[in-house]
């Protein structure tokens, strides 16, 4: 059971947007920055949304993030076959002192 | 370049030990915090370890808090952990990541291939 929760998977047909959510609590989304990792099949993840809504040089912009409260999501628009990965959301956890993951969000372009 | 390596995963008995290591390069290793996080076959990712710059702030996850100990070397550029009294549910691929902040935690911005590491008799 994660800390973070997320939709187990996800689905969408290219040119589509899709959004993935992540809610959280108090000690973590709730008062700290939210950061989304891609992971493709066989690889390490890739930081690909940091302090909420920021994207690192090199991620396009059809990726973006957005925080409200203890929830987070990440919208992925004009949807393309290379986007099918794993999503996870991360944030820091006060109480738990530590960084706590929310479990991934399979996304799958019909 | 950026570039995290990381060595010493493999077979081990439960009840074991076993050290890894994650030799960095391409930046100032000791400006960095540093991270462990782990992903256990078909699972998601789960964090481990975090150390700061200058191994003032050590915080572990309960998971493994009392038998894994993160330690660093800033002189040689590498990141370690110390795995003991090992179990089936810490069989895993494990990553070492940096920490793209040079103060509070933020976000992991790189990260090594990974090194497996399996737990059973």
């Known amino acids: 059971q994660s800390v973070l929760t997320q939709p187990p998977s996800a689905s969408g047909t290219p040119g589509q947007r899709v959004t993935v959510s992540c809610s959280g609590s108090?000690?973590?989304?709730?008062?700290?920055?939210v950061t989304w990792y891609q992971q493709l099949p066989g690889t390490a993840p890739k930081l690909l949304i940091y302090t909420n809504d920021q994207r690192p040089s090199g991620v396009p912009d059809r990726f973006s993030g957005s925080k409200s409260g203890t929830s987070a999501s990440l919208a992925i628009s004009g949807l393309q076959s290379e986007d099918e990965a794993d999503y996870y959301c991360?944030?820091?956890?006060?109480?738990?002192?530590?960084?706590?993951f929310g479990g991934g969000t399979k996304l799958t372009v019909l | 370049e950026v570039q995290l390596v990381e060595s010493g995963g493999g077979l081990v008995r439960p009840g074991g030990s076993l050290r890894l290591s994650c030799a960095a390069s391409?930046?100032?290793?000791?400006?960095?915090?540093m991270n462990w996080v782990r992903q256990a076959p078909g699972k998601g990712l789960e964090w481990v370890s975090t150390?700061?710059?200058?191994?003032?702030?050590?915080y572990h996850a309960d998971s493994v808090k009392g038998r894994f100990t993160v330690s660093r070397d800033n002189a040689k550029n590498s990141l370690y952990l110390q795995m003991n009294s090992l179990r089936a549910e810490d069989t895993a691929v494990y990553y070492c990541s940096r920490d793209r902040s040079l103060g509070d935690p933020s976000a992991f911005d790189y990260w090594g291939q990974g090194t497996l590491v399996t737990v059973s008799s």
């Open positions: 391409g930046f100032t290793f000791s400006t960095y915090s």
């Open positions: 150390i700061s710059r200058w191994s003032t702030y050590i």
């Open positions: 108090n000690s973590n989304i709730g008062i700290n920055t």
């Open positions: 991360a944030a820091w956890d006060d109480s738990l002192n530590g960084w706590v």
